[in-house]
């Protein structure tokens, strides 16, 4: 008896996702729109249609998995394929097996080093750090001729990976090496999917009441805000501006987060009435301070009149046994040491983006300076300190930590004090002087 595998009626979502081809393709955005329903029947569909295609599919946990596709793929595959739990894979007649998979810590993705798929699929991508994502690539690929390898990824807005994902996806920023051709997405809406509409009408009102971030996220499918993010009053048509020339009469001054890995420079005016306005950054990696400096100098016009600096930069580097202000100064940087206490570092940047009764914020940032706008949107609350930035994905903190360390350095943003109108001064008349000097007397 032959068994017939049956995919269900996609909806037209669902529909582009299954006839994508490109190299990268993501379908993600809000929540409920079929995502895993599709991404399940898409490799389930791949398996049978090449033989000995090696498929993986992988969350982050390992509840997670067996929720969300084992118990599933169990169902749906129940007399298609053979299902072994030794390796969490499930075996199709024609040779092709798709494997289950989870990488909880960081550490986890090795278990995949030396493995070769054809297919590698990401479920909820957004729980997954850039690394991750990077070290799975050099596992999808392929000798095949009659396939060329393809990498899928389900997602919501939010999570450790929202920065990747949105800026391959969304934003579309690439980097050398990545070609924009390679990387598809594929909006998904409560909306797409009418199965659960019909049957669950009340979900849509569930999303309906999130609290505005969240609804912004898992109903409009938002990439701007998402769950955890640090800095929810961020709004890039507030805080982001078009640059213009900086008068000669504000005062100028840089900042920097500065580490082998990673220097983040940043150059700020204020204006008559204390707003600050971030006109230049450069950030680069693995520079060295002499390199630094002499960079930082080259973009610079002379008239800065400081540069703050963390007082983590005052201990002595374990390698030359000299603090690193020091090696600063020395190189032609004196820096002005300002504290990198965090959770009022924090405090203190949230009051100078808080849009105010103008509707305006005391920090604006340059359109040109795209690594602060790109981070400071991504930072997240720690998990275990809630006051506190996370400090994971590394890579996103430091633009947000010069900027941290330059407000530190500047006079708090608070609004000036209403002050009470003062009423011409009129001298008391006797019969007052004389009722006062009795009150005060009983
Ligand atoms: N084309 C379809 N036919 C039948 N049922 C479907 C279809 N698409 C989705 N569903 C069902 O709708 C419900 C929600 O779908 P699914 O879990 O795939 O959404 P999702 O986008 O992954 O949600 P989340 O963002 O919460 O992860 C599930 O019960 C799923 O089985
Ligand atoms: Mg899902």
């Not at 998979?101 to 729980?127: K, L, N, R």
């Not at 960079?295 to 002595?316: F, H, M, N, Q, V």
Request: hydrophobic share 35%.
């Amino acid at each position: 008896m032959s068994v017939v595998y049956d995919v269900g009626k996609p909806n037209p979502r669902q529909l582009d996702f299954f006839r994508a081809r490109a190299r990268h393709i993501a379908y993600g955005g809000a929540r409920g729109g079929g995502k895993s329903w599709a991404i399940r029947r898409k490799l389930s569909m791949l398996a049978l249609y090449y033989p000995n295609l090696r498929l993986l599919l992988l969350r982050r946990t390992l509840p997670e998995l067996k929720e969300n596709h084992l118990l599933p793929l169990q169902q749906e595959l129940h007399g298609i394929a053979t299902y072994r739990d030794s390796d969490k894979s499930f075996t199709f007649p024609n040779g092709s097996r798709l494997k289950l998979g989870y990488c909880d810590s960081e550490s986890d993705i090795f278990q995949y080093q030396g493995q070769e798929y054809d297919v590698i699929a990401m479920e909820e991508a957004t729980h997954f750090t850039e690394a991750q994502q990077q070290f799975l690539t050099t596992c999808n690929r392929s000798t095949r001729k009659d396939f060329t390898p393809r990498m899928y990824y389900t997602c919501n807005p939010g999570n450790v990976g929202h920065a990747w994902v949105k800026r391959l996806f969304i934003d579309r920023d690439y980097r050398e090496g990545e070609h924009p051709e390679d990387y598809v997405f594929i909006p998904a809406k409560v909306w797409d999917n009418t199965v659960l509409l019909e049957a669950n009408p009340e979900y849509v009102r569930t999303l309906e009441a999130l609290p505005p971030e969240l609804r912004r996220a898992h109903l409009d499918g938002d990439w701007n805000v998402f769950a955890g993010q640090f800095f929810t009053s961020w709004d890039e048509r507030k805080h982001v501006i078009d640059p213009f020339p900086i008068p000669d009469h504000w005062l100028r001054f840089r900042a920097i987060d500065y580490g082998l890995d990673r220097l983040a420079c940043l150059w700020g005016a204020s204006d008559e009435g204390g707003n600050i306005y971030i006109y230049n950054e450069w950030c680069i990696s693995d520079t060295i301070i002499s390199d630094a400096v002499k960079g930082i100098l080259e973009r610079s016009t002379g008239r800065e009149l400081c540069t703050y600096g963390p007082k983590d930069l005052t201990a002595r580097s374990r390698e030359t046994g000299v603090p690193r202000t020091e090696t600063f100064a020395m190189c032609g940087l004196p820096l002005t040491v300002v504290s990198n206490t965090r959770i009022a570092g924090w405090n203190n940047m949230a009051e100078w983006l808080k849009i105010r009764e103008n509707g305006q914020p005391r920090l604006r940032i340059f359109r040109t300076c795209r690594e602060l706008i790109h981070c400071l949107p991504l930072l997240q609350h720690d998990e275990k300190k809630p006051d506190d930035v996370a400090i994971e994905p590394h890579n996103i903190t430091h633009a947000p930590d010069a900027l941290r360390y330059m407000l530190d350095g500047r006079p708090l943003a608070t609004e000036p004090l209403p002050v009470e109108p003062v009423s011409p001064f009129a001298p008391p008349t006797f019969e007052e002087q004389e009722s006062s000097f009795f009150n005060f007397g009983t």
